[in-house]
C-alpha cells in the first residue's frame, strides 16, 4: 500500500493510505488536523492517491454521521453504492469511484 502525509512546520496535520488489489484502490484512514479542515488538504490527498493509482476503481467507506466526509466524497465524484447498520447508532456508507 501507500501512505501519504502532509506536514506544516514539521509536524503531520492530514495522512492517507491506499491499498490495491484487483484493480480497486481501497482507501483507508483520510485525516486531516482539526485546524487544518476545510482548506482543501483532504481533497488534495485524494486527489493524489488517485494519481498514484490511475484508472482503477476507488472505493472508500465511512459513517452516516460523518456528513462533511460524505459531502468532500461526492464533490469529488464518489458515489454512494450501499449501506450497512452496525448497530442503532452506526451505519456505514460505501463509495466508489469510476
Known amino acids: 500500500g501507500v501512505i501519504l502525509k502532509?506536514?506544516?512546520?514539521?509536524?503531520?496535520?492530514?495522512?492517507?493510505r491506499a491499498?490495491?488489489?484487483?484493480?480497486?484502490?481501497y482507501i483507508g484512514k483520510l485525516m486531516v488536523?482539526?485546524?487544518?479542515?476545510?482548506?482543501?488538504?483532504?481533497k488534495e490527498l485524494l486527489k493524489e492517491i488517485e494519481s498514484v493509482y490511475p484508472n482503477c476503481r476507488y472505493e472508500l467507506f465511512t459513517s452516516t454521521l460523518s456528513i462533511n466526509n460524505l459531502r468532500?466524497?461526492?464533490?469529488?465524484?464518489?458515489?454512494?453504492?450501499?449501506?450497512?447498520?452496525?448497530?442503532?447508532?452506526?451505519?456505514?456508507?460505501?463509495?466508489?469511484?469510476?
Open 6 to 16: 502532509v506536514e506544516c512546520k514539521g509536524q503531520i496535520i492530514g495522512s492517507i
Open 19 to 25: 491499498e490495491f488489489k484487483d484493480n480497486t484502490v
Open 33 to 42: 488536523h482539526p485546524q487544518y479542515r476545510n482548506k482543501g488538504i483532504g
Open 72 to 98: 468532500l466524497y461526492e464533490s469529488i465524484g464518489y458515489k454512494e453504492y450501499e449501506r450497512k447498520k452496525v448497530n442503532d447508532m452506526l451505519t456505514f456508507v460505501y463509495l466508489e469511484k469510476r
